[in-house]
């Protein structure tokens, strides 16, 4: 039975443009939830923060599309969640790309058929069968006190496991996600017997027990606890633009390892798509921002991190990052271990982290 509205006119009824004018605001108003139902809402889980690394391009996202994105946001247990409730969210933006290879291995994503991410993205960006790209990365890199530490007494990762580096070196938990993905390409890269003696004498080397997030180990070198600590690019622009990080990241420098050598670590964040096939073309179309020269320059201006298109430039507070060692460019020399290879490593890494104690004392 299709809706309608029955008028019955009277002696006392209003005039007939007074009637129109009410029908018509009736009309309108009738109208107006309908018409908000109709925005559509994408559905986003993701293990980085909403309000700091993307939220702006969300913003960006929302207003070119129409759309409304609403997320799940979780600092750990990302895959153990998307496996318990696989169709909650239609997108996946995960900080660690091993963790999307995980979530591919276990049948929780779909392929993402896309000839313009295909055209976008580096090939060695993109995941295994096409489940899953890289969208940005950032080093994971040694930074060290200005005053306590030279340039040239660094080197390696593996160097930090020498006795020289003997209560002197500050990091957070081993089981982080960002150091389990670190200790995971020292697998990859070194092969298992090697990482456990790089990642026990780490352990051995230890200023105090890990604590904290990854600006606390520079606030760590600043106030004299430590010398030396494994954090991320990023954070010392990031601790430059704020003011009680401020003397933290001018009390630091930031050391690229093993450029003579094999290359840098990175640490890469993802996006996949969810087998959830209500909103499957709006979750394609935000994958495909993600990687437009918009998002990627907003990635770049908004988190200091790295552009997988080749033509987006470093920010300009990221050149000067390993200046001191000889960089130049803000470019460096990567060990870049295919996304492929990751698969299992994490496993082995937390096993490792366990056995040498990493997290139980120092």
């Given at each position: 039975?299709?809706?309608?509205?029955?008028?019955?006119m009277?002696?006392?009824?209003?005039?007939?443009g007074?009637l129109?004018?009410?029908l018509?605001?009736?009309?309108?108003?009738?109208?107006?939830?309908?018409?908000?139902?109709?925005?559509?809402?994408?559905?986003l889980?993701s293990?980085?923060?909403?309000?700091?690394?993307?939220?702006?391009?969300?913003?960006?996202?929302?207003q070119?599309?129409?759309?409304?994105?609403?997320?799940?946001?979780?600092?750990?247990?990302?895959?153990?969640?998307?496996?318990?409730?696989?169709?909650e969210?239609?997108?996946?933006?995960t900080?660690?790309?091993e963790?999307?290879?995980?979530?591919?291995?276990?049948?929780?994503?779909?392929?993402?058929?896309?000839?313009?991410?295909?055209?976008?993205?580096?090939?060695?960006f993109?995941?295994t069968?096409?489940?899953?790209?890289?969208?940005?990365?950032?080093?994971?890199?040694?930074?060290?006190?200005?005053?306590?530490?030279?340039p040239?007494?660094?080197?390696t990762?593996a160097?930090l496991a020498?006795?020289?580096?003997?209560?002197?070196?500050?990091?957070?938990?081993?089981s982080?996600?960002y150091n389990?993905?670190?200790?995971?390409?020292?697998?990859?890269?070194?092969g298992?017997?090697?990482?456990?003696?790089?990642?026990?004498?780490?352990?051995?080397?230890l200023a105090?027990?890990?604590?904290?997030?990854?600006?606390?180990?520079?606030?760590?070198?600043?106030?004299?606890k430590?010398?030396?600590a494994?954090?991320n690019?990023?954070?010392?622009?990031?601790?430059?633009?704020?003011?009680?990080?401020?003397?933290?990241?001018?009390?630091?420098?930031?050391?690229?390892?093993?450029?003579?050598?094999?290359?840098?670590f990175?640490?890469?964040?993802?996006?996949?798509?969810t087998?959830?096939?209500?909103?499957?073309?709006?979750?394609l179309?935000?994958?495909e921002?993600?990687?437009?020269?918009?998002?990627?320059?907003?990635?770049?201006?908004?988190?200091?991190?790295?552009?997988?298109?080749?033509?987006?430039?470093?920010?300009?507070q990221?050149?000067?990052?390993?200046?001191?060692?000889?960089?130049?460019?803000g470019?460096?020399?990567?060990?870049?271990?295919?996304?492929?290879?990751?698969?299992?490593?994490?496993?082995?890494a937390?096993?490792l982290?366990?056995?040498?104690?990493?997290?139980?004392?120092?």
């Amino acid at each position: 039975m299709s809706n309608h509205v029955e008028v019955t006119m009277s002696l006392r009824s209003p005039s007939r443009g007074k009637l129109i004018t009410l029908l018509l605001a009736a009309a309108l108003t009738a109208a107006l939830p309908a018409a908000a139902q109709q925005q559509r809402v994408l559905r986003l889980i993701s293990d980085r923060t909403d309000q700091g690394t993307l939220r702006p391009i969300l913003d960006a996202f929302e207003q070119a599309s129409g759309a409304k994105v609403e997320g799940v946001f979780m600092d750990q247990g990302l895959v153990n969640r998307l496996e318990s409730r696989p169709t909650e969210a239609d997108v996946v933006i995960t900080k660690d790309a091993e963790l999307m290879e995980i979530a591919a291995e276990r049948g929780l994503l779909a392929r993402l058929e896309s000839p313009r991410i295909k055209a976008a993205v580096p090939a060695q960006f993109v995941g295994t069968n096409d489940m899953f790209y890289v969208d940005a990365y950032r080093a994971r890199v040694i930074f060290y006190s200005r005053e306590r530490v030279k340039p040239s007494e660094l080197s390696t990762y593996a160097d930090l496991a020498s006795p020289k580096w003997k209560g002197r070196i500050c990091i957070r938990s081993g089981s982080h996600d960002y150091n389990l993905a670190l200790f995971g390409q020292f697998i990859a890269s070194y092969g298992e017997d090697e990482a456990r003696r790089v990642i026990g004498g780490i352990a051995a080397n230890l200023a105090r027990k890990p604590q904290g997030n990854d600006r606390e180990q520079a606030r760590g070198i600043h106030e004299g606890k430590c010398d030396v600590a494994l954090m991320n690019t990023y954070y010392h622009p990031l601790m430059q633009g704020n003011p009680a990080q401020k003397a933290w990241a001018d009390s630091v420098g930031v050391f690229f390892p093993d450029q003579a050598g094999k290359g840098t670590f990175i640490m890469r964040s993802a996006v996949g798509v969810t087998k959830a096939k209500g909103n499957r073309d709006l979750a394609l179309q935000l994958a495909e921002f993600m990687v437009s020269r918009e998002a990627q320059e907003l990635m770049v201006n908004r988190t200091r991190q790295y552009s997988v298109l080749p033509d987006v430039p470093v920010h300009p507070q990221m050149v000067s990052l390993g200046a001191e060692q000889g960089l130049t460019d803000g470019r460096f020399k990567m060990d870049f271990v295919p996304l492929a290879a990751l698969a299992g490593k994490r496993e082995v890494a937390i096993r490792l982290v366990d056995s040498v104690g990493f997290d139980s004392g120092f």
